[in-house]
């Protein structure tokens, strides 16, 4: 049972960790080059998971798919992540640019409004209702692995997870864009002066970092099935601390630091208590502070006086 | 004793008549026949005051547990106008919606005690929103007769005088369900999760002294209803022969049950009266509810199809009791008006001396001296696949 069991966590607490990790991405991205923390950020990939389910209720509903599940995933992962691409352009364009040279707690409320924002039309439009992706007939396919069952959905989750991590890096390390992105994130005022359209690079940013939460959002639905409209608070909230842990601004921290807080729920909800998975693990995130204020991977930010 | 009963009944017919008449009703009175009424009124001496007024409504319509909160509306809705159309009234329904939130059942609560036109409440629905309207009604002697709200400590504490239930409290169904588990479900081990809420906590408390007192081993943790994974608590809680869950939250209980089944586990889920949904439809599981299936009640046959007629099916036990309860309240407004002009005291009082000869849960129902509702007793159901629940005979 212990091997088993010590599996069976670490298959928990990965499929928790990439959702978290993705989150925290478009956390960290966002911060990188603007300094700000996006709480609307949590509500973009409540957004995706809702685009997600009504794809799949408009292509007949999990019960009688209208296509072969793998088209109808493909579509609901494509739409959400357009239509959250999409909302974080325009939640940039409308609440956060013209409040680019005030001081920073100026647009720290405004995203904070803006997911209050989100949260209430959500809850109009949607309604309050749990809504089930019942997808629960696709779980049960899957491998077995030293006695653990590891449902198709769950590697699915996993796998799109580090490919889509995957593929960002790339972004950021080969690609102009990349290039720009990392320029402007260094020192903006400089960047601007070499000719890099500062403009464009951050709302390429929030496009990309919306992007992963849509994605979080249906990879959410798909495994924990119930989506509704407080559900980007708490992810937000668990995405947010994974940034701060693996070092706000950083990349490969925020994925570090979302596996290690899904990790740390899924065992402590297993070996001590569910009661206390918060508080372990916002107890890893002060002591991550107290010993690396600048987070796991997060480099200190040197300023010139 | 027998005879008492009927002379009483009769003089309650006569004085609910006269009644009818002294509000100017015109309608063809059946009213005592077919359905609820009968109340301990002392007599029913000359035209009653001008008997209008409402009753105010508190359920979550929106939220978390928008799917009951909906079926306790109707409900409500459903035995007001019935008891206007049958008694020639004219009560009227003010709605509260407090989204299973104790925060905002207090504001709502603060809204109903400044409208004077409010005679009575019913509801809350949660426990733990009782506790928090129950100073703010208990101020203003305001009657409130919840229909859902079962933890024990709300009667017997004696801190909320103008309280009183229609179903039975927790004291109740934590050994129901105890004694179920052990003797008919032959459980050795029993896994028991809280919500952390007031409700929950008392129930897997109660649950837990009857399942040791059986000599079944007890496992216990507890969860955040906030938390929408449950993977890792699952893996503990798979071993088990019965994992029970007192939670509020159906679809959390759902979520539950899929991933005790997605990890291979046989165990079997029994969920709390809070579970009793249509988004807990996990085969093989059981439900325990404060209310029977009234489908299943011969008396109560007209109602359902009448109620049917108007607003659709039913899949809860959280709408029937409300009807009860309302009733009770315009019995008790009634029965008060007589007298002279209605005070909120005055009904709160009357509330706990109301008797309903036939509810629509079947039977007697009157209250104790703690404002609970006499005899009361737990119902057991099965989850059948589809959705659909079986009465299970205890």
Sequence with gaps: MDGTFLLQQLVNGLTLGSVYALIALGYSLVYGILKLLNFAHGEVYMIGAFIGYFVLIGLGGPEDLAVPVAVALTLMFLAAMLGSGLLGVLIERFAYRRLR??????????????????????LLLFGAQFRSYGTFQFMTGGIEVAGVRISTTRILVVVAAFSLMIALTLLVGRTTLGKAMRATAYDREAAAMMGIDVDRVIVATFLIGSILAG???????????????LMGFTAGLKGFTAAVVGGIGSIPGAMLGGLLIGLAEAFSAAYISSTFQDLIVFSILIAVMLFRPTGLLGKADIRKV | MRRAATLLSLALVLGLSLVAAGCGGDDDDEAGGDTTTAATTEDGGGAAADCTGSIGVMAPITGDAASIGEEQLNFTKFAVSQYNEENGTSFELVEG?????????????QRFVSDDDILAVIGPAGSQ?????????????????????????????????????????????????????????????????????????????????????????????????????????????????????PWQLANKGQVFAQQLQEQ??????????????SDFTAEGAYVSSFAPDITAIESSAELVEAYEAEYGEFTSTFGPPMHAATTIALEAITAVCEEGEPTREAIAEQIGETELEESILGGPLAFDENGDVEGAQFYIFRVLGGGEYEPVDA
Excluded: K, W
Aim: proline share 4%; aromatic share 8%; no cysteine.
């Design chain 2, 264 to 277: 291979g586990s046989d165990a079997v889920v029994f969920g709390s009266d809070g579970l009793f949904s």
């Design chain 1, 215 to 229: 994605a979080a959002g249906v990879m959410f639905g798909l495994v924990f099935f119930s989506v509704y409209h």
């Design chain 1, 101 to 122: 040279n005030a001081p920073r707690i100026a647009p720290l409320i405004t995203a904070l409004g803006v997911a209050f924002f989100l949260q209430s039309s959500a």
């Design chain 2, 97 to 109: 919606d407090t989204q299973l939130d104790p925060a905002q059942a207090s504001t709502v609560a």
């Design chain 2, 129 to 245: 929103e009782v506790e928090a309207v129950g100073p703010i009604f208990t101020r203003e002697n305001l009657g409130f007769v919840g229909a859902s709200a079962t933890a024990t400590a709300l009667t017997e504490s004696g801190d909320l005088p103008t309280f009183h239930r229609v179903v039975p409290n927790d004291a109740a169904q934590g050994p129901t369900i105890g004694e179920f588990i052990a003797e008919e479900l032959d459980a050795q081990t029993v896994f028991i999760v809280d919500d952390q809420t007031s409700y929950s906590t008392g129930l897997a408390e109660s649950a837990t002294e009857s399942l040791e007192g059986a000599d079944v081993t007890v496992e216990r943790d507890s969860v955040n209803q906030d938390q929408s994974d449950f993977s890792a608590l699952v893996s503990r809680a798979a071993d088990a022969d019965v994992v029970f869950l």
